[in-house]
């Protein structure tokens, strides 16, 4: 059974540009969260979907955004790129979003952002 | 709003010692707690979870976690020490009042095995 599938691995972007991120999940699972993972602040959570549907999001500005695709990919947005931007953003999916047996994220590799 | 305290950036254990990594957890409702380990250049692998039902959970790898609601604690421990256990810890917490997709993480326990 395939796991969770970042890509890219690795990433450089120049301040000011964007970034799209891909995630595809485990097959079957319809939840799809972001967290970001940096030395300084730690793993903080960007945003969960559900059916294509944006059901819990964290403190980022509007500069981070994403989205679920019907079968249940998602992708990460960032606009306007900034050095602290720099970062592991990791994916993690789940067969249920909300309290069940099943319950529990399976996390993918990351992709590591740096920023200059 | 929820939290989670790892006690000890860094523990280093000798091979077959007693591992124990500590977490402290903050919830106004009854929470959902996890535990993974990270290896360098991966990502998060979940060693075992309480969602509810059994206060002792075992996980992969001799892992087990404790949890004690009067203590509000979930403590990882391992009867013996393994080089291959040395890696970064995170305990997580979730509820129903943030959202069960929403993982609050500590800031991590990095283990040292030595031999």
């Known amino acids: 059974k395939a796991g969770v599938t970042q890509t890219p691995r690795y990433l450089i972007k120049t301040r000011g540009q964007q970034v799209t991120l891909s995630c595809s999940p485990i097959?079957?699972?319809?939840?799809v969260s972001w967290y970001q993972q940096t030395p300084g602040q730690g793993l903080q959570f960007l945003f969960e979907y559900f059916s294509e549907t944006q059901r819990n999001k964290g403190n980022f500005p509007g500069r981070f955004s994403g989205r679920q695709f019907s079968n249940s990919r998602s992708e990460m947005n960032v606009s306007t790129l900034e050095l602290g931007d720099s970062a592991l953003y990791l994916c993690?999916?789940?067969?249920?979003?909300?309290?069940?047996?099943?319950?529990?994220?399976?996390f993918g590799s990351g992709t590591r952002l740096t920023v200059v | 709003a929820q939290s989670v305290t790892q006690l000890g950036s860094h523990v280093s254990v000798s091979e077959g010692a007693l591992v124990l990594l500590r977490c402290n957890y903050s919830?106004?409702?009854?929470?959902?707690l996890f535990w993974y380990v990270q290896y360098p250049n991966q990502g998060l692998q979940l060693l075992l979870k309480?969602?509810?039902?059994?206060?002792l959970v075992k996980g992969i790898n001799g892992f087990e976690a404790e949890f004690k609601k009067s203590e509000t604690s979930f403590h990882l421990t391992k009867p013996s020490a393994h080089m291959s256990d040395a890696a970064e810890y995170f305990c997580a917490v979730s509820d129903l009042n943030t959202g069960f997709q929403k993982l609050v993480f500590g800031t991590g326990t990095r283990l040292l095995v030595s031999p």
């Open positions: 309480y969602t509810s039902a059994a206060t």
């Open positions: 097959s079957g699972h319809r939840s």
């Open positions: 919830s106004s409702v009854p929470p959902y």
């Open positions: 993690a999916s789940s067969l249920e979003g909300q309290g069940s047996t099943n319950y529990g994220y399976t």
